[in-house]
């Protein structure tokens, strides 16, 4: 196991300033702290140790390529969303109907981040823009890409959540940072595609990895929690 900045004991540490970060230096990732990383992520429980894991691990020129195909598709979108259908075959990641109080934080959660940047709701051209950010993987060295065995239940969707929080808490002890990402599924059956994955293989998320580029104001976006009480019911 290689070492990490922290101590085990510094656990809260991880958890504490682990966010997601949406600019990142050029800095590269020795492949040697990602394997660790990802053997860290594997000790994640899961449901009769079914372990539901595959990684792809996507850098340089693999990086760059799927990023150009899948940003001319995006802008291809833009111009004629009918377009959209041909590119997913993902689950349903988000509801086909929100409710409150969930539709509120997504939307408080997208408007304090363009208003962060100055974006207006108006301003749909840097919106675009800034959503595209996503499929340059924000500039991390780079991008993760999760897929899981479609036999599988839905608990191993439970048991993957576990493991990419691992992952993300683990890269927080190498000073890393990440960001997971929904995003990708849009595009779900070009990624799919160019990782090579095997038919019976779907995509379950994404994540950026990289150093953060602690000068970028995107980076200073903080994002609020709902008091423990609203979430704890003594019985
Ligand atoms: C599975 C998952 C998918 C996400 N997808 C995206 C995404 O596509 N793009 C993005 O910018 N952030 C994405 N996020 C980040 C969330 O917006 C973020 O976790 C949330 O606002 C809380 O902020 P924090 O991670 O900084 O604590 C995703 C988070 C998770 C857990």
């Not at 140790?49 to 996507?58: A, K, S």
């Not at 709701?121 to 991390?140: G, T």
Request: glycine share 6%; hydrophobic share 35%; aromatic share 10%.
């Amino acid at each position: 196991m290689l070492a990490c900045k922290f101590e085990l004991g510094s656990l809260a540490h991880a958890i504490y300033t682990r966010k997601s970060v949406r600019a990142f230096t050029d800095q590269p990732v020795p492949r040697e702290i990602l394997k660790a990383l990802v053997e860290s992520a594997c000790r994640a429980p899961s449901g009769t140790n079914t372990q539901p894991w595959r990684v792809y691990v996507l850098e340089g020129e693999v990086k760059d390529k799927l990023v150009d195909q899948v940003c001319k598709t995006h802008d291809a979108i833009a111009k004629n969303p009918e377009l959209a259908k041909d590119y997913t075959d993902s689950y349903d990641y988000y509801p086909q109907k929100w409710i409150s109080p969930y539709i509120d934080r997504r939307r408080q959660n997208g408007w304090s981040l363009y208003g962060l940047l100055g974006i207006d709701k108006s301003e749909r051209d840097k919106i675009h823009a800034q959503q595209q950010r996503n499929f340059r993987f924000f500039d991390a060295p780079v991008g993760l890409m999760f897929t899981i065995n479609t036999s599988l239940g839905r608990g191993s969707l439970l048991d993957y959540g576990m493991f990419l929080q691992t992952l993300m808490l683990a890269a927080r002890g190498f000073g890393l940072a990440t960001c997971p990402q929904a995003a990708w599924l849009a595009y779900s059956k070009i990624v799919l595609s160019h990782i090579n994955a095997p038919s019976d293989e779907t995509l379950v998320c994404s994540m950026c990895l990289g150093y953060e580029d602690t000068k970028s104001l995107v980076n200073t976006f903080e994002t609020p929690r709902e008091c423990v009480d609203s979430v704890l019911t003594w019985v």
